[in-house]
């Protein structure tokens, strides 16, 4: 009888390097030609489905803020809208480009942020604790003041962005990626990073940066971040 052939191991898969961030996906819009006017206001637990929205289809910031706890916005396109100090808790967006839209103050607590693509917005103290962010990029955003505790947070990239005392106090970051980011004074107490590169980002002053232990930073960074660490332990220097 034959010898039963002997198979070669199976080699074990490759792991991905914790500072090897996945890239988010983009938004899956319509054509614009697809896209139409929004036939309601936004509203409570309302919902606008492949629409193209400018500042005309939004109340007036003379109006007072905007309600819009529970809406819902899926495959469309917002141009110039100013939702500023707006309540949206739980908030959904689904495919969407918000494009040059202010959204400072606004509060939108649990919100679900899923292929959403930020160009040229004004989000300064936008309160975003508890919600879920996957496949999100920032891109020449003012986002200062940024609330996102306890926030969990996949596949974001930060470009030209502003973020100073961003608070992502016990977030869960994976898969961050950066490119001429502000995150001075940011506060990180708590959270975890995984697969974070976090190259080209002003780190200078965070809080907690212990929590940043596995991210991928340049040679550059390394005051900055050391300077942070040395302040968290206690260290002084005399």
Do not use: Y
């Not at 495959?75 to 809208?81: A, M, R």
């Not at 996949?154 to 990626?177: G, N, P």
């Amino acid at each position: 009888p034959h010898p039963t052939p002997r198979l070669a191991p199976v080699p074990p898969p490759l792991r991905r390097r914790s500072g090897s961030p996945r890239p988010p996906a983009a938004p899956s819009v319509p054509r614009r030609e697809q896209l139409q006017t929004p036939r309601s206001e936004l509203e409570p637990d309302g919902l606008w489905d492949g629409v193209w929205a400018t500042a005309e289809d939004a109340p007036s910031p003379a109006e007072g803020a905007v309600r819009m706890g529970g809406s819902e916005i899926r495959e469309s396109v917002l141009q110039g809208i100013r939702l500023s100090s707006a309540r949206a808790d739980s908030l959904r967006l689904t495919d969407v480009e918000v494009r040059g839209c202010d959204l400072s103050g606004m509060v939108a607590d649990g919100a679900t942020v899923t292929r959403v693509r930020f160009v040229g917005c004004r989000l300064t103290g936008m309160v975003l604790s508890d919600a879920r962010l996957t496949d999100v990029s920032f891109e020449d955003c003012h986002a200062d003041m940024i609330n996102l505790r306890m926030a969990r947070v996949h596949r974001v990239r930060l470009s030209s962005t502003r973020c100073r005392q961003a608070d992502l106090l016990e977030a869960r970051v994976a898969d961050l990626s950066t490119d001429g980011a502000d995150l001075r004074g940011a506060t990180l107490h708590n959270a975890t990073f995984t697969a974070a590169d976090l190259r080209g980002a002003d780190l200078e002053d965070v809080r907690g940066p212990s929590a940043l232990r596995g991210s991928l930073i340049s040679p550059e960074q390394v005051r900055g971040v050391g300077l942070a660490l040395i302040a968290e332990a206690g260290i002084r220097v005399e």
